[in-house]
């Protein structure tokens, strides 16, 4: 950018703006690192919706449910620009980058902005301010927003995400990501770190690397690599009180490599988030997910062999395109098989211009996707109940998150395994880690007593 835009994009009567955010972690910090250039430009967060000169809208186009979600938000702008017609209202994230121009048509969007176009947000907002809509949906093969410090928007200063890399190459079938986020790229190891260590300094106590893709992970410099487990061990050796996680991984880089070195830092907690899918090989490689059944269940087996005290949970989809009843039941069996802690269950929804929208025909009629998604809901119900009872009797070290929900004599916080425990308050603070005896559980929650 030159320095005469720079001095246009500086907001001199420091405007507010104010973020809502649709979709999946990357997308949550997406808005922390947008926070960051709009704060770096001079302008002023809110929290409250009502006091914001320019609204942003981090969105995301998975499903459409999720799309039409945001379009019900966009009605509810286009009432409150009708009573302050100087607000301005901005598209982010994947839907900006699937439907571009077309939502500038609709009459309440001045700005669309792609998520690797976010540095051109000052010049946009600015423009959008005289009054010239603004569209910036380019793609790029290198941003990694790998110097911006986010903002972070989270509220309880105990647990926050890293995004590492960016886009996916995987081409799922029926996915919109790779056209909304675009090609792989992975932020060089030595900002990772720096923001790592700058969030422990601040009194984080859990990080959560993030990527489409987290466990492909590759950095090359010189003749020298970095993959994700060598990145993984670097960043558990930043301090011993500090929590890993990491999310998403795919079951074709689940590597021998990675579980050793998650067994070797007792710091990288025992949560392993490993989307399935399917549990049928036919539909596995209609998906293009790459990998059957058998192998998705050898990396199981071998997680459960490396690290005994694992959590595992998974995504599924119900009623993928040509899905039969045999392909259902097999879904059925390999989560019994897996034993999957928790998961995250959907049913297929077509999205335009990706490779089964073009391919092949969504053919399993509403009403039997819901039953199969009910059905497998009912199923993993009950394999989170038993997997939760096996942690009574247990003692857990539990990284406290802050007040829970229901009670403020009683805090919340995660096991190692990322279940969520309710303990009585006592001393105890946000941040603190506590050894935590499980008494009950529901399927959601365990319930326990401090051993101190
Ligand atoms: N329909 C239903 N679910 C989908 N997912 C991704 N694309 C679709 C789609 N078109 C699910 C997958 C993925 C999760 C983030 O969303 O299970 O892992
Ligand atoms: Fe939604 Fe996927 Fe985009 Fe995340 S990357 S916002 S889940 S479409």
Redesign the pocket.
Known sequence: MSIALCIFAQNMENKTFYIETYG?QMNVNDSEVVAAILKAADYRLTERINEADIIFINTCS??ENAEQRVWGRLDVFRLEKRRNPSLLVGVLGCMAERLKEDLLGKGVVDMVVGPDAYRQLPLLVAEAEVGQKGINVLLSREETYADISPVRLDKNGVSAFVSIMRGCNNM?A????PYTRGAERSRPPETILREVRELFDKGYREVTLLGQNVNSYSWTEASATMNFAQLLEQVALVNPLLRLRFA?SHPKDMSDELLHTMAKQPNICRHIHL?V?SGSSRILELMNRKYTREHYLERIAKIKAVLPDSAIST???AGFCTETLEDHNYTLSLMKEAGFDQA?M??????PN?K?ARHFKDDVPAEEKTRRLNEIIALQNKLSLQANQKEIGQQREVLVEGLSKRSSEQLFGRTSQNKVIVFPKKNYRSGDYVQVQIERCSSATLFGLPLD
């Open positions: 999946c998975i499903r799922c029926y996915c919109v990501v998403t989307p899918q995504d599924i989809i995250f959907f049913q297929y929804s077509e999205r990706t089964t």
